[in-house]
């Protein structure tokens, strides 16, 4: 194996993504009804790809099994597992620049967010070889005379769906520990952005073929998810969805991973809160602020969408975000200087200008934003200005709802008990800001607040090896960390008698 030069094909140029699916390491026309992507900067149809249908994902589910279980692979121990890992890393390394490039024209995200995905997605790979390499099984602590082992083995077919905001970073965080797990994976892209989730196919069928390994370890099944997903859900030979999307379609999953008893991870969304104390320094959180809500264009589960400021302090960081906000570039994702790119979709733009305009229904006062920008640079795009919005109750519904986009609530508190139930009341619990300089008071609220991260004086930072998922409606189960891969994986205990001897009636201990 080598680590070599840019991946050659791996990542076609938009406009000349074949319109092929891969099915269980065969790349075929799917039998599914036409999905268009289209670059949310200027409108322009960057491919149609005719999506997987049920038969592709029976199929592809089918060969998943028989490669789960092919001995190559069941056999492969865990630091050869690993090598595997790290050449998709070193092939996504590789491409970076060009799956960069890919993401933004699918996604319409700056080119720098773009490519930091793509790093932090080959990184996800390398942690994931690491944890794979030093993951133990226990020799758990014998009543009798027998030694008893506690083992991880695969589930055998991983159903992977994942939302359009970051495809990557998505893909990487489920494919990586389901591979590692020992486990063949169906993936599932939005239907807005598949083009990443086929680039990355691309570079896995290549490293499993390199190493001679099965290639239906790997099928990505664009289409709708009524449609693809649901099929894949739904299949018998599917042992566990690893999910990241809404928190409708995830509680509806998980009604269909009941009826099969099928483990089911659920990455959902936020109405995350930021928090300046009457002590933060003014600089550090107006800059975490402004980049918690507004980077990304505010799609991002952990958006910090509702800020709470003490009212001491109000009126003066209010006013100072705002002239912030308003200073923000506003443009297409390839000019290197922009801060604020458009919205993933066309569809998308108008699900956000009509929240704003609910919330004006509510009686909330436009600060800034809430507007498209207006130009020609902007005409094509769907673009959506930085808004702050403030005058609503936390019980309104721009306040409740999970808008997901570059739209800012701000909401005055008066003391710790009235802000942490201000914090707390929403269904969400995903992730939770911070801005203090006082360590007693930011661990004390860190303790209180419902939120499955929290940052203090910095938002929106990522490691693969801390755990991360939501609490309450923000999901169910934890990615990431060195319990990643464990997620993958039965577990079986083992009892091995060492006497030689018949057991004794009476040998209940
Ligand atoms: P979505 O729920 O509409 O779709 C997510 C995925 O599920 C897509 O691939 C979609 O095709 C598929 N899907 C839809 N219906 C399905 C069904 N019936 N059966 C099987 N699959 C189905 O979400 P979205 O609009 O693509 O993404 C935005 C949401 O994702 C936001 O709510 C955001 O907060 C959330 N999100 C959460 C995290 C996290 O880690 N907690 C990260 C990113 C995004």
């Known amino acids: 194996m080598t680590v070599d030069a840019p991946a050659g094909d791996l990542v076609p140029a938009p406009e000349r993504t074949p319109d092929e699916v891969l099915v269980a390491g065969e790349w075929r026309r799917g039998g599914g ?12 149809t960057l491919t149609v790809l005719a999506g997987a249908d049920a038969t592709d994902v029976d199929e592809a589910a089918r060969r998943a099994a028989t490669a789960a279980a092919d001995p190559r692979w069941r056999g492969l121990p865990a630091h050869r597992r690993a090598r595997l890992l790290h050449r998709i890393a070193d092939l996504i390394e590789a491409d970076a620049d060009r799956i960069s490039a890919l993401q933004t024209a699918d996604t319409g995200k700056c ?10 997605a080959a990184g996800t790979f390398r942690y994931t070889a690491a944890a794979l390499e030093t993951a133990e099984d226990a020799v758990t602590p014998a009543r009798g005379d027998y030694v008893t082992m506690s083992l991880h083995e695969p589930i055998g077919v991983i159903g992977a769906i994942t ?10 965080q489920k494919l990586a520990p389901a591979l590692a797990a020992g486990n063949a994976v169906l993936l599932k892209p939005a239907e807005w952005t ?3 989730a086929l680039a990355l196919g691309r570079i896995v069928h290549r490293a499993l073929t390199e190493a001679a390994l099965p290639t239906g370890l790997l099928s990505v099944l664009p289409g709708p998810g009524a449609v693809t997903g649901d099929a894949i859900v739904r299949h018998p030979a599917v042992g566990k969805i690893a999910f990241t999307g809404g928190t409708r379609t995830g509680r509806a999953l998980a009604h269909a991973a009941a009826d099969k008893l099928m483990p089911v991870s659920l990455e959902l969304g936020g109405k995350s809160p930021t928090i300046v104390l009457e002590d933060a320094d003014l600089e550090q959180a107006l800059a975490g602020v402004l980049f918690g809500i507004f980077s990304s264009s505010g799609q991002s589960c952990v958006a910090g969408s509702r800020l709470f400021v003490a009212r001491a302090r109000y009126d003066a960081f209010v006013g100072a ?13 390839s000019d290197p200087a922009t801060q604020v790119a458009p919205l993933v979709h066309h569809r998308h733009r108008d699900s956000v200008a009509a929240y704003v305009d609910l919330a004006r229904t509510e009686g909330a006062h436009v600060l ?7 130009g020609e640079r902007y005409r094509d795009g769907a673009y959506y200005l930085p808004t702050v919005l403030d005058g609503l109750p936390n019980s309104a519904r721009a306040c409740q709802e999970e808008i997901f986009g570059p739209v800012l609530i701000v909401l005055p508190f008066d003391d710790e008990d009235d802000l942490v139930a201000q914090a707390n009341d929403t269904v969400y619990g995903l992730a939770c800001g911070l801005w203090t300089r006082d360590a007693a008071r930011a661990w004390r609220l860190a303790r209180r607040i419902d939120a499955g991260t929290v940052w203090i004086n910095t938002y929106k930072q990522f490691s693969g090896s801390t755990p991360f998922g939501g609490m309450k409606d923000s999901g169910l189960g934890r990615e990431k960390g060195r319990d990643g891969i464990r997620g993958y994986q039965r577990q079986k205990s083992l009892y091995w008698g060492t006497d030689g001897a018949p057991l004794p009636w009476a040998a209940s201990r």
């Open 194 to 196: 598949p083009l990443v």
């Open 33 to 44: 009804a036409p999905v268009e992507t289209v670059d949310p900067a200027t409108g322009r």
């Open 111 to 120: 080119r720098a967010e773009t490519l930091a995905l793509a790093h932090s």
């Open 163 to 172: 939302p359009w905001n970051s495809p990557i970073a998505s893909d990487a």
């Open 368 to 374: 800034c934003g809430g507007a498209a920008p207006e």
């Open 321 to 333: 975000l705002v002239a912030r906000a308003k200073a923000l570039r506003v443009g297409p994702g």
